[in-house]
Every structure is written in structure tokens, then in C-alpha cells.
């Protein structure tokens, strides 16, 4: 504001020259702060775009390791069914081994000059004992189901359990086939029960029964 003192001599043009002036400066002023305003937004919402495409691209990663998870599921319900017959066997027979691996087994280590005249696989209930050994309970394979799990609520086990008779022409023979038979991977515990000369094709022979368990 002039004082009463000031006196403008200047043309009116001139002095709306410069107001003019003055205004388009506060306007550039003005421009300038909404520009730099602006960017300044403009980085901050490229900032948060940046991290929430980070965000996502960490999200679809978790989202396609979940669904691969979920791809295995039925293979692992697969193999859980398969492990669960497997323990069963276990409960019921004592061994997983089949009766094509036995017999594979034996006509291995049966010598050619030797014969099998029968071969009995059963469960039978087996009490554990504190030395490690076990020895046959009462109750034997004729019993039910019930009766197993009362066995084992008892400390009771169950194995597989092999008992073979057979014919032999000496009893070295038998004791090397007792031997072949002990020293396999597939059995254990193996006992001979008796061993009895018999007459067989008019010939002698000794016939034996050895009873030994499956491997678990």
C-alpha cells in the first residue's frame, strides 16, 4: 500500500506491466510447488506400487507351492493306506514277508540231495521277554482278533512262524541246512525239534522238523 507521500509518476500501462509480472510469477511459484507436489505423490504411490507387486509375486509363489503341496496329497494318502496294511500285517501275521519270498528263500539254501515234505507259515503269540528272547505264549494262531489286541495290551507280540519237515540223507545234511537256515537275512531263532530215521522209496533217511520266525 503507498503511503500519502508516494507518488507513482509511472504510466498505467507500465504499472499493469508489472502486476501483470508479479502475478504470473506467484503463478509459476504455484506451478512449481504443485509440480514438485505432485512428484512427490507420484513416487510415493510407485513406492507402494513397487512393494505390493513385491508382495504379490511373493504371494503367487506361496500360492503355487501350496498347490504343488496339494498335488501330493493323494500320493501320500496313497502311501499312508499302504503303511497302514503294512502295520496291520504286522499286528496280525508278525512279518510282511510273503509266502513267494519263503519259498524263494528256501529253495535257495535247500540242497539238491534234500526235500521239503511240508512248510506251515502261522502268527503265533510271542511273550517278550527281559533278555531279549522271546518264547511261545498259550495262546496260538487259532485266536481272534480280540484276542490279539488283548495280547498285546498283555506285552504279548506277534510273529510269523515258519515250522518245516523234511528228508535228508544224514544228519550232517540237516545240520548244514540248519545252519543255512539260521544264517539268512529272511529268518531267525532257528531250532530243530527232532530228527528220526525213516524209510523213504525203500531207502533210509533222516526226516526233521525245525521251526524258525520271519525277520519282522
Known amino acids: 500500500m503507498r503511503t500519502a507521500h508516494e507518488v507513482d509518476f509511472l504510466p498505467e500501462r507500465i504499472r499493469q ?14 506451478l512449481a510447488v504443485y509440480v514438485v507436489a505432485i ?31 496339494a498335488a501330493t496329497i493323494p500320493e501320500l494318502r496313497s502311501q499312508m493306506s499302504d503303511l497302514l496294511i ?9 512279518s510282511r514277508a510273503d509266502c513267494t519270498a519263503v519259498l524263494a528263500e528256501l529253495c535257495r539254501l535247500l540242497p539238491k540231495n534234500m526235500a521239503l515234505v511240508s512248510l506251515e507259515m502261522k502268527p503265533v503269540a510271542l511273550q517278550a521277554e527281559a533278555s531279549g528272547l522271546v ?3 498259550p495262546n496260538r494262531a487259532g485266536a481272534s482278533g480280540a484276542d490279539a489286541s488283548g495280547n498285546r495290551s498283555k506285552g504279548l507280540i506277534r510273529r510269523a512262524q515258519v515250522v518245516l519237515v523234511g528228508l535228508a540223507p544224514s544228519d550232517v545234511d540237516v545240520a548244514n541246512f540248519i545252519g ?4 539268512s537275512c529272511l ?7 527232532y530228527a528220526k530215521t ?10 526233521f522238523l525245525a521251526t524258525c520266525y520271519l525277520i519282522k
Open 180 to 183: 543255512r537256515l539260521a544264517a
Open 86 to 94: 503294512k502295520k496291520r500285517i504286522d499286528e496280525e501275521l508278525g
Open 135 to 137: 518264547r511261545q505264549s
Open 39 to 69: 512428484g512427490a505423490l507420484g513416487y510415493t504411490r510407485q513406492a507402494r506400487i513397487a512393494t505390493a507387486k513385491g508382495e504379490l509375486a511373493r504371494l503367487e509363489e506361496r500360492a503355487g507351492l501350496t498347490k504343488r503341496e
Open 17 to 30: 506491466h508489472r502486476a501483470r509480472r508479479r502475478r504470473l510469477l506467484r503463478q509459476g511459484y504455484c
Open 187 to 193: 529268518f531267525e531263532d532257528v531250532n530243530m525239534t
Open 198 to 207: 525213516v524209510v523213504f522209496r525203500e531207502r533210509l533217511a533222516r526226516q
